[in-house]
């Protein structure tokens, strides 16, 4: 954790950070947040985050808590007391403080937290192979909605660990899988088409990464669709990976302890992966 965290218009020693035990967030999980990657100290696809990070307010009628342009220079801020240049700002907005009661405060005032985390984003970009096990989708019918409600998410993510892998692919009623607890889930189909799920139906987070993704591979000239796959085409799929902030590509090699294609990084996941750390370096150039 970095040493200084911004709380409410004050940056403040990490361990002295702390909001109202009645804050909305605290108490219904009523807020909202952004995990923006930092690359030798600039911020990462940044529009794209505040962008999210509006939606995610508008859909909740959260007021934001300062202006956009304000927010670019606290997080900047931010970054630079805690001298980060590889890692990650993690950023939260709350409905506010107000005695406990459903409906909304008239008179809260929004609360804004932000907190940084360093982390080595060259060994990640390079796309470390990994296991996921499938689990039922527990969330609410808002995931696309980047709240700090995030209870089914943890839940599953205990699980994965406890299978000794590092995501859990969540599977809708009818079988087919939404995304991960923290990233995008993707395939590469037996007839060697890429897959994700699409974001229109508000059943998945829009990841920036995997809007990324999507603009390379199109670029790429990869065949690509939109839609959901089943489990049953996982299990089939020739590769498979995920897609987040803190991952990049992440090649998936095994799902539920069987091996996807020959349970290596297959081409199509490397060359996704090599588009995208070029575009990373690009964007500090
Ligand atoms: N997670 N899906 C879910 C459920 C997520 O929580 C995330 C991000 C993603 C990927 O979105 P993006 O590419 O914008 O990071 C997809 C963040 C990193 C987190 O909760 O830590």
Redesign the pocket.
Known sequence: MGRIAYVNGRYVPHAEAAVHIEDRGYQFADGV???LAVYKGKLI?EP??IE?LDRSLRELRIDWPVTPRVLAVLMRETIRRNRLTDG?I?LQVTRGVASRSHPFPDDAAPALVMTVKAKDLNTLKGGIPTKVITVPDQRWAR?DI?SVA?LP?CLAQQQAKEAGCYEAWQVDRDGYVT??????AWIVSAKGELMTRSADGNT?????????VLDVAKAAKVKLVQRPFTVAEVKKAREAFL?????FVKPVVEVDGRKVGNGEPGPITRQLGKLIAERLEAQVA
């Open positions: 947040y952004e995990v696809d794209g985050h999210r990650t993690y995931p980047k995030l998410n995304e991960g607890t923290m990233s995008n998945i987070l829009n990841g920036i990464t995997r809007l990324a897609t987040s902030t803190t991952s």
